[in-house]
């Protein structure tokens, strides 16, 4: 994801120019390329004759006057990644400083203006200690630049010293400044990518230190004319294209020292004077050699603060990992920790779409929307790749509709089966960028800029970005929460089968009961009804015992229907369907009417709510608690019945309230069990499996059941059925 | 008048069987029972198979068929009755000691008349098994009022 790409182009012109191979060197010095075998001069730079009369190309170095010692010089080790400093030599009224490296084939030898008495590194010693002891004595990147600026402006008495940071796309942002005025400050401001192209970007690595005396100069051709790589010259002439860009910037003389930071170049630290201006070999390579030093203490200052803040926010996805652990449902283990969970990226807001539900925790867009993001994630993203982006809107179509909350988007995916998603949202900052002349007003030309007056940008629909900390701590706290529903999901699996073989094992033995048990209690009623009918004899106890012979064999069987009932209902597949309450107890109400006969009933019937459910589980609900509120108002002339219902959160529920005798608070656990009676046998009949079938009924619909009552003041009975979860388009 | 039909009775407990008949004795009927105590047993009698192969050519007027039989279930005496040709129009009342509901659908997708889950209660069992009878047996043939004094005919198959 690229932040700051406003896609604009850095190939203009100057971007396909072969800046490597120029052709030509500056005019301060003289370049010879000597082959290292014979050290048979092949090239020679058009002012060669400042150093040596007559022609050169095709002698031998040894063969040219006051050359032997640097021959001598040429034949040790050469670098082929920089260049060495040989020595100093007096040639045609000039001193020259020589430096030299190694091509596959050839040695470049360059000679530059020197003057007698010129400093040495030595001299320098002192200055260079202070400078590394100030370097390492600051603690940021911020500081450790200022006084990196501050130092190489002492070293060279530039009119002023840039520190010049890239950004991921390129783009540079000067983040210290040392100056004496004489050129207008520069601090705070941007650069577009395209100021400085790839292949010159790769010059700058290759070679640390660039200088450039005067950028009004004439190149000097090199002869012939062949193509010679000149990466890592020192007075490699440059683009005319950036001789024109530092004369509009209104300098005349530049250096450029590269900080690199694990080979990639972090910046610069540009140089600039507003008149030509010289810088000797010496003191160069002491600002490079702070330069190095500079670079190495920023990459560990980066380090360790990236480090410090992995660690810190491991330790969050640690407590995260341990409230996940510690929920039946992982995901309760985020929602209940909001805090950490946005502490973790540093975000506002964030949203989980698990199992068909969306949690939404601090500043988030809304249900819709965050639906509306997921949606396009798993049309456009990489199922398993981390998704994040400080500037949604650059995206995804629409998200700027909700740019003020989710700029920044950070999210991956936690399960490929569903489409569940963890996101983590920021707020859009408005940002006022400075840039050095209007950025877009390059695009595909080959021409620097005329004017480099600030140009300020409002920058919208932008977020602070991610850091690479945050990112690497939400990749493995994915891998953890993917490691959590896989497990999961083989511990349901695992599960299921376990419950469908006990379901299976319950089923036979219920089969078995229901055929087996039933059996003998009918056996038992048929054969002493046929008694009772066909022996006459029989005396008045005799047919007492019968009977009750007869009603306790057929109350026992009536307890295996019961029972049979019971665990049929844990097995049915349940039909939820909108239902009309109202229709269904005026149903119910109907059907017991039998057992109000001679009694005398106020009822009290709401209009109710509506709910969904299973209508005959939910009829049987009714059933149990209405014949309930008949049964145990027995005693009462007239006895008052209501039922009512109210809306919940997320349920609704109904009561049953009577004024009969009631239940003691303390047995009130006991009544939804199956074979618990509060009453004695003789005097309320059934056998006590009536609300341990509603509350399974209730439990199988997701909702719940419970009771007030005291003992002669009656008793109310509740359900509560939840809210039907809408459908979600999300899910696949 | 025609011959009366017979009632074939299929029930392989001999206590349910006993006080099935005892139900049918009540229910007045003139028909002849005829009982067996397996799925084979009915199946036999019904195609004139085996010791049976020389009975008088005559369909029962309803068979009364318990679910849960030896050797040959009456889901599957039930599929052979419906699945034949020459059958396929007795009427079979199945027998079920309890509701279990797979058994129900079962019966009805093999195309059972009607289905009867003996009660606890005998004087429930009594009603259901007259009813069954009457409607069956009488109900669809009408026949001459039989003599209190004369014995049900029983048969086994």
Not at chain 2, 25 to 47: C, F, K, M, P
Request: proline share 6%; aromatic share 6%.
């Amino acid at each position: 994801m690229n932040d700051f790409t406003d896609d604009r182009s850095d190939l203009g012109g100057c971007a396909a120019e072969p800046i490597h191979i120029p052709g030509s060197i500056q005019p301060h010095g003289v370049l010879l390329a000597i082959r290292p075998d014979g050290l048979e001069i092949v090239q020679a730079s058009g002012n060669v004759a400042w150093i040596v009369a007559g022609d050169v190309l095709g002698r031998v170095l040894t063969e040219l006057p006051g050359m032997g010692g640097l021959a001598e010089a040429l034949r040790g080790d050469l670098p082929s990644d920089g260049t060495a400093t040989l020595c100093t030599l007096e040639s045609g009224g000039q001193t020259w400083a020589v430096v030299a490296h190694r091509l596959p084939d050839l040695i470049i030898v360059e000679f530059e203006v020197s003057h007698a008495g010129a400093g040495s590194l030595d001299v320098l010693h002192p200055r260079i200690r202070r400078g590394v002891e100030a370097l390492q004595a600051v603690a940021d990147v911020p500081a450790l630049a200022a006084s990196i600026a501050q130092q190489v402006r002492e070293l060279t008495d530039f009119d002023r010293v840039l520190v010049y940071r890239f950004d991921e796309d390129w783009n540079g942002i000067v983040i210290a400044e040392e100056g004496n005025g004489a050129l207008p400050s520069y601090m705070n401001l941007r650069f577009p990518a395209a100021d400085i192209p790839a292949q010159a970007r790769e010059l700058y690595r290759l070679n640390r230190l660039r200088l450039i005396p005067d950028a009004g100069y004439e190149p000097v051709p090199i002869l012939p004319a062949d193509p010679l790589d000149l990466s890592h010259s020192v007075l490699r002439s440059v683009s005319p294209v950036h001789a024109q860009y530092m004369r509009n910037m209104g300098t005349a003389a530049s250096m450029s020292i590269s900080i690199l930071d694990e080979g990639r170049l972090w910046g610069l630290i540009a140089c600039h004077n507003a008149l030509p201006k010289r810088v000797p070999i010496h003191v160069r390579n002491a600002c490079d050699f702070l330069g190095q030093i500079a670079a190495m203490l920023i990459g560990a200052r980066t380090r360790s603060a990236e480090a410090a803040e992995r660690v810190a926010l491991h330790a969050v996805e640690a407590r995260l990992l341990s409230y996940m652990a510690a929920e039946p449902r992982f995901i309760d283990g985020l929602t209940r920790h909001a805090d950490d969970v946005l502490e973790l990226t540093d975000a506002k807001g964030a949203a989980l779409i698990f199992d068909g539900r969306c949690h939404l925790l601090g500043a988030t867009p809304t249900e819709d929307q965050v639906l509306a993001i997921t949606d396009w994630l798993n049309r456009t993203q990489p199922h398993d790749a981390l998704f994040q982006t400080n500037a949604l809107a650059t995206h995804m179509p629409g998200a700027e509709t909700f740019a003020e909350v989710a700029s920044g988007v950070m999210g991956m995916t936690i399960s490929q089966l569903h489409a569940s998603y963890m996101l983590w949202f920021r707020p859009e900052v408005v940002q006022t960028v400075s840039w050095g002349g209007d950025p877009r007003k390059e695009t595909g030309s080959i021409n620097p800029r005329e004017s480099f007056a600030a140009w300020r940008e409002l920058v919208h629909q932008r977020a602070e970005p991610w850091t690479p900390a945050q990112m690497e701590t939400v990749r493995s706290l994915q891998g953890a929460v993917t490691g959590i529903v896989m497990r999961k999901a083989e511990e349901m699996a695992e599960l299921t089968e376990e419950l469908r073989r006990s379901n299976k094992e319950l089923e036979a033995f219920s089969y078995s009961v229901s055929h087996d048990l039933r059996a003998p209690f009918r056996h038992i009623v048929g054969y002493a009804e046929l008694l009772r009918e066909e022996e006459n004899g029989l005396d008045a106890r005799g047919r007492r015992y019968l009977d009750t012979i007869i009603e306790s064999a057929f109350s026992a069987g009536r307890l295996v229907d019961d029972l049979l009932n019971f665990s049929q209902m844990g097995r049915a597949v349940l039909t939820p369907l909108p239902i009309d309450m109202n229709k269904l107890v005026a149903e119910v109400r109907r059907m017991l009417r039998p057992e109000t006969e001679g009694r005398r009933i106020e009822w009290h019937v709401a209009d109710l709510h509506p709910g969904v459910g299973d209508a005959s589980f939910l009829r049987s609900v009714w059933q149990n608690l209405l014949s309930n509120a008949i049964k145990y108002t027995r005693g009462k002339d007239p006895a008052s019945i209501t039922i009512t219902s109210t809306r919940g959160t997320g349920e609704t529920v109904w009561s049953v309230a009577d004024d009969g005798v009631g239940f003691d608070m303390a047995y009130v656990e006991k009544l939804f069990g199956v074979f618990q009676r509060l009453h004695r046998m003789e005097d309320y009949e059934g056998s006590g499996i009536g609300l341990a079938n509603v509350r399974r009924i209730v439990e199988r619909h997701g909702g719940r059941t419970w009771a007030e009552g005291a003992l002669g003041k009656g008793a109310t009975f509740h359900f509560a059925l939840p809210d039907p979860v809408k459908e979600k388009t999300w899910q696949n | 008048m025609a011959e009366l039909k017979p009632i074939l009775l299929v029930e392989d407990n001999p206590k349910d069987l006993e006080l099935t008949l005892a139900a049918l004795d009540r229910s007045q009927l003139a028909n002849e029972v005829v009982t067996a105590r397996d799925g084979a047993e009915a199946l036999d009698w019904l195609l004139y198979r085996g010791p049976h192969s020389g009975r008088p050519p005559v369909d029962p007027a309803v068979v009364l068929l318990d679910l849960k039989l030896p050797k040959v279930d009456g889901l599957q005496v039930l599929e052979k009755i419906k699945g034949d040709a020459d059958l396929r129009h007795i009427p079979v009342v199945m027998l079920t000691a309890s509701k279990e509901e797979r058994d129900l659908v079962r019966s009805y997708e093999l195309g059972v008349n009607a289905f009867v889950v003996k009660p606890v209660d005998f004087k429930e069992f009594f009603k259901a098994i007259q009813e069954v009878g009457m409607f069956w047996a009488i109900l669809n043939e009408p026949h001459p009022p039989r003599p209190r004094n004369q014995p049900m005919r029983i048969t086994e198959a």
